[in-house]
């Protein structure tokens, strides 16, 4: 005879086991009917720049079964709009179009109290990545990265170069070429690299980390000289230029990289979803053309992929930003 105590146990595990069943049946619904409304996906900059562009581009063809809506929240570097996704609900219905500048520079030159970049995120899918030229004009007599270095050494701080203020791309290239080169080079900033490679062309700036889709027309039309692309291997958006790395400086890649994250605790099925699609459409042949045209140099990566790139990302800029004693302006 089955002892009652023991028998009463056995019924209270029974009904534990069966809310806890039915406790899962509920989510893993939900996440087989994600999405049952449209999508945001938010973006740090104003309608008609890059980021902005590459967003639309890709949000329009994404089939989830809702729409994927892009919503501009520009503002303090990406910083809105970061903090924005970093406090919205883990369901997937809110996700972020960011970079480098938006995860971990801002946030880290402005010693962000809101969210951190590295924890308050998980990665949804890579979209590319811009590299930089560094572009020269008739103020700089160098021709080589080597030549460049050279300068730099003999005469500390007097060499400029040209970029968009503090954490943007550009400046951060600048500040990385200082960092592994050894050398102190001094920033000058203007309101966009338009106006700085104007500068450049005029003899009244040396040299500047530029986008290499909006530099390449003038070196090509003779108004600048490329001495670099800043990726990791040549790419042909530079048209054959060598890369930094490769030119004396061991290591040296940077680019302007753009992905898609989704707050930290995303349903892991909600995050697949997103992500698988998100790849298929990045791999569409209009779209590759259209990322070409922007600069973009694209890069397959699985999602565990993506997040040690992120993570890695992070504490890379971390080191450069601690090192060289950048601080917000």
């Not at 970061?82 to 801002?106: C, F, H, I, R």
């Not at 402005?110 to 951190?116: G, L, P, Q, T």
């Not at 898609?260 to 209009?286: D, F």
Request: charged fraction near 20%.
């Amino acid at each position: 005879m089955i002892p009652r105590t023991m028998f009463d146990r056995r019924r209270v595990l029974a009904g534990l086991l069966a809310l806890m069943a039915a406790g899962a049946g509920p989510a893993h619904a939900q996440d087989n009917a994600y999405p049952s409304r449209p999508v945001k996906l938010v973006v740090g900059a104003p309608p008609g720049g890059a980021p902005d562009t590459v967003a639309r581009l890709v949000a329009q063809r994404m089939q989830l079964g809702q729409p994927v809506v892009v919503e501009n929240r520009n503002g303090a570097a990406s910083l809105i709009a970061t903090e924005y996704v970093a406090k919205a609900p883990a369901d997937g219905y809110t996700l972020l179009l960011t970079s480098q500048t938006g995860l971990a520079v801002s946030p880290i030159i402005n010693r962000s109290k809101a969210f951190d970049g590295r924890r308050d995120f998980t990665g949804v899918g890579y979209i590319g990545s811009a590299p930089l030229v560094l572009v020269a004009g008739p103020a700089l007599q160098a021709n080589t990265v080597a030549e460049v270095i050279a300068l730099a050494k003999a005469r500390p701080g007097a060499l400029d170069y040209g970029n968009g203020g503090v954490g943007t791309s550009p400046y951060m290239a600048g500040a990385l070429f200082s960092v592994m080169t050894g050398t102190k080079i001094t920033s000058i900033p203007f309101p966009g690299e338009q106006a700085a490679m104007v500068e450049i062309m005029a003899g009244r700036l040396p040299m500047m980390f530029a986008n290499a889709a909006s530099a390449m027309p003038h070196i090509k039309a003779g108004k600048l000289r490329g001495l670099a692309v800043t990726s990791a291997e040549r790419v042909d958006v530079a048209q054959g230029l060598p890369t930094v790395a490769e030119s004396g400086v061991p290591g040296f890649e940077i680019g302007t990289w753009l992905g898609v994250v989704a707050p930290a605790g995303t349903p892991g099925p909600v995050v697949t979803k997103v992500h698988e699609e998100l790849r298929r459409v990045v791999q569409l042949p209009e779209v590759r053309e259209a990322l070409d045209r922007l600069g973009f140099v694209h890069e397959d990566r699985d999602l565990a992929a993506f997040n040690a790139f992120l993570r890695a990302d992070h504490d890379k800029w971390a080191r450069l930003i601690r090192e060289a004693g950048i601080k917000a302006e």
